[in-house]
């Protein structure tokens, strides 16, 4: 599979997860639902547009490698976090954690393969 390729689906994968993820913050409360939280939307769409119409481009690598290093931070600041035990073994607890495992692998991949990308696209 082209590396282009796995690049899309595995920044559509770590947009999808980090909305599911995202919302299960806001219906814990760990997050406040207010329009701001609109903000989100913004972002995906942005990363959206680089992932599909933006492949390939120097401009959609690096919007992908910032998405992608943003992806990789949700994990590491909720592992940070006081309560994450106490939400771990909270009901919906497993998908929480599976959230956060699932978006820092889709994302460091997605990080590492944009990286590759905008480095054969610089050497050229």
């Known amino acids: 599979m082209k ?3 796995m690049l899309t689906i595995s920044s559509l994968l770590t947009m999808l997860f980090a909305s599911l993820h995202v919302t299960d913050d806001i219906s814990r409360g760990l997050d406040p639902a ?7 939307v913004l972002i995906l769409v942005v990363w959206l547009y680089a992932a599909l119409v933006l492949a390939g ?3 959609g690598y690096v919007i992908l490698l910032l998405g ?4 990789t931070v949700i994990p590491v600041l909720h592992f940070q976090g006081r309560r994450i035990n106490e939400i771990a073994a909270s009901s919906g607890g497993f998908f929480f954690i599976w959230t956060l495992f699932s ?4 994302a460091l991949f997605s990080l590492i393969l944009a990286a590759r990308g905008l480095w054969s696209l610089l050497r050229e």
């Open 34 to 40: 207010r329009l701001s939280s609109l903000t989100l």
């Open 3 to 5: 590396e282009s390729t």
């Open 68 to 71: 992608s290093l943003l992806g």
């Open 57 to 59: 481009r120097r401009s």
């Open 103 to 106: 978006v820092g692998v889709t």
